[in-house]
C-alpha cells in the first residue's frame, strides 16, 4: 500500500508540474500577444511560399506530366537520381559547386568581419558613416547591374583594368579575362565579397556594440593595446554570431549561386567552370522542361545541405554554440 501510495503522489507531482508549465507558457504567450501578432504574418509567408510547395517533391519520383499532374502521371521511382549521378556533367558540377563555394567561405566569410573589426577602431563618426554607406551600396544593386560593371571594367576594349595594367606595363597586351577559365572563378569570387561585404558588416557592428565597454576600460588598464583588445575581447564576444552564420554557410555549401553565375558565366566557353547545380537545374528544368528531373537534382541538393547543416551543428555543439 505505502509503495503504491507513493506512486501515485509521484504521479500526481508529476502532472501537476507539467500542466504547471503549460499554464506558464500559455500565461507567457498571452503577455506578449503584441509580439506573437508580429510574428504571425511571417509563420503563414513561410508556410505559404516555403512548405505548400514542397508537395511539387513528388515530381522527382515521377515522369511529371503538367497535363496529367501529380497524381496522374507514371510513378519511376530513383530513376531522375540514378540518371544524375551517371550523367557526364556530374562530377563537373559537384567540383565547380564545392570549389566555388569553399572559396567564397574561405575568402568572403571572413572579409565582413574583417570589415567590422576595422570600421569599430574609427573614431571620426562621418569618416566611418562614409565608408559604411559605400560599403553597403553595393548590396542593393541586382546582378544583372553588377555584371555589366564587371563586364565593362575587364572588356578586352577600353576596360579599366585592362587600361591601368598597360599603363602600368604589368602586361603588354590586353588579356580577354572573361573568356578565360582560369581567372573566372577568381572573378566571382572577388565581385561576390565587394557585393556583400559592407551588408555582411552590420550583424557583426550590432554584435560588437553590445559588448560591455567596462571591459575595454579594464583591459586599456591592464596596459592592452587595442590590437591585443581586438584579439582578448572583441573577437571572443562576438564569436557565437560567427560560429552561427559559419554553421550557416557550411549548410549552405552546395549553393553557390545562382544569379552571378548565371550572367557572369554566360559564355559557353565558361560552362566548365561556371555551371553548378543551381545554374544545371535552371537549364534542364525551365529551358528543356525536363521537370522531374531538375526536381530530383534540387532534392538531391536539398537532402546533403541538410546532412552538411547538421554535421556543422554537431561539431559546433563542442564549442558550447550551436543552432539547437
Not at 504547471?20 to 504574418?41: A, C, H, K, T, Y
Request: with cysteine; net charge positive; aromatic share 14%.
Amino acid at each position: 500500500m505505502t509503495t503504491q501510495s507513493a506512486a501515485v503522489r509521484k504521479e500526481k507531482t508529476r502532472k501537476k508540474e507539467r500542466y504547471g508549465r503549460d499554464l506558464s507558457l500559455g500565461r507567457r504567450l498571452l503577455n506578449q500577444w503584441d509580439i506573437q501578432l508580429m510574428v504571425i504574418p511571417a509563420i503563414i509567408y513561410i508556410f505559404i511560399f516555403c512548405y505548400i510547395p514542397m508537395y511539387g517533391l513528388l515530381m522527382s519520383f515521377q515522369d511529371f506530366s503538367i497535363f496529367k499532374g501529380f497524381w496522374k502521371s507514371p510513378w519511376v521511382g530513383l530513376k531522375h537520381f540514378k540518371a544524375f549521378l551517371a550523367a557526364p556533367d556530374f562530377w563537373n558540377i559537384m567540383r565547380n559547386t564545392v570549389v566555388i563555394s569553399l572559396l567564397r567561405i574561405f575568402f568572403g566569410f571572413p572579409a565582413p568581419i574583417i570589415l567590422a573589426l576595422m570600421l569599430n577602431e574609427v573614431r571620426n563618426r562621418t569618416f566611418k558613416r562614409v565608408i559604411q554607406t559605400v560599403s553597403y551600396l553595393p548590396h542593393f544593386l541586382s546582378w544583372v547591374i553588377v555584371s555589366s560593371f564587371v563586364f565593362s571594367i575587364l572588356s578586352v576594349e577600353n576596360g579599366s583594368l585592362n587600361l591601368l595594367l598597360l599603363k602600368l606595363n604589368i602586361i603588354k597586351e590586353p588579356i580577354s579575362f572573361l573568356d578565360e577559365n582560369k581567372y573566372f572563378w577568381s572573378i566571382i569570387v572577388t565581385t561576390g565579397i565587394w557585393k556583400e561585404i559592407g551588408f555582411g558588416s552590420i550583424v557583426y557592428l550590432a554584435a560588437i556594440a553590445g559588448i560591455d565597454p567596462q571591459l575595454y576600460e579594464a583591459a586599456s588598464m591592464d596596459g592592452a593595446s587595442r590590437t591585443r583588445q581586438i584579439f582578448l575581447i572583441t573577437i571572443p564576444c562576438i564569436l557565437p554570431v560567427i560560429i552561427l552564420f559559419l554553421i550557416l554557410a557550411i549548410g549552405d555549401l552546395l549553393s553557390a549561386g545562382f544569379e552571378d553565375l548565371l550572367l557572369l558565366g554566360s559564355n559557353p566557353i565558361q560552362r566548365p567552370v561556371s555551371d553548378v547545380i543551381d545554374t544545371y537545374v535552371y537549364r534542364h528544368g525551365v529551358k528543356t522542361q525536363r521537370f522531374s528531373y531538375a526536381t530530383a537534382v534540387g532534392m538531391f541538393k536539398a537532402v546533403i545541405s541538410i546532412g552538411l547543416l547538421a554535421g556543422a551543428n554537431k561539431l559546433a555543439k563542442k564549442t558550447g554554440n550551436s543552432l539547437w
